[in-house]
T-cell receptor, first 114, second 113 residues
């Protein structure tokens, strides 16, 4: 079974631009979560989607948004990029939600904001 | 709120040495506990997990026991290899907060031949 895939793997943007990252979960997984990883803050939860509905949201500004499609693929969007948005963005999928379902991570998208 | 406190690194060991990475947690409910490993340039891979008190998770020679009385989930390996060099993350998922994971800050391990 194919793992979680994320595109693109690397991205360079300038301040003020916007960016869209994509995540395809493991086949059959309906929950997708997004995380931001930086050296200073570690892994921080952005949001989780299940069946096209946002179920949880972390403590990030409204510039960070996401959505999930009927095939469970998910996108996250960051508008008006700031230098501090440079990070590795990780997507994770799991079969269900609620309880404690193991999350499986993709390789990440490394975003550099100049 | 829920949180994970993880032993700070970096940790450098010689091949075949014993490894322990400490992890303690705070949770309002009954969490499941996980160890993930991240190799350079890659995402996180599940190493092992335990879903209830006294459970022992194990994989690839690594072990961790869910200790509710000490709120701990320390990672251990009896003999490390160079290929174990990576960053290790302790994490919890609390049933009360659905699928949201809380991660420790990560511990970098370097094993030298």
């Amino acid at each position: 079974k194919a793992g979680v895939t994320q595109t693109p793997r690397y991205l360079i943007k300038t301040r003020g631009q916007q960016v869209t990252l994509s995540c395809s979960p493991i086949s059959g997984h309906r929950s997708v979560s997004w995380y931001q990883q930086t050296p200073g803050q570690g892994l921080q939860f952005l949001f989780e989607y299940f069946s096209e509905t946002q179920r949880n949201k972390g403590n990030f500004p409204g510039r960070f948004s996401g959505r999930q499609f009927s095939n469970s693929r998910s996108e996250m969007n960051v508008s008006t990029l700031e230098l501090g948005d440079s990070a590795l963005y990780l997507c994770a999928s799991s079969f269900g939600t609620g309880g404690a379902k193991t999350q499986y991570f993709g390789p990440g998208t490394r975003l550099l904001v100049l | 709120g829920d949180s994970v406190t993880q032993m700070e690194g970096p940790v450098t060991l010689s091949e075949e040495a014993c490894l322990t990475i400490n992890c303690t947690y705070t949770a309002t409910g009954y969490p499941s506990l996980f160890w993930y490993v991240q190799y350079p340039g890659e995402g996180l891979q599940l190493l092992l997990k335990a879903t209830k008190a006294d459970d022992k998770g194990s994989n690839k020679g690594f072990e961790a026991t869910y200790r509710k009385e000490t709120t701990s989930f320390h990672l251990e390996k009896g003999s490390v290899q160079v290929s174990d060099s990576a960053v290790y993350f302790c994490a919890l998922s609390d049933r009360n907060t659905g699928n949201q994971f809380y991660f420790g800050t990560g511990t970098s391990l370097t094993v030298i031949p």
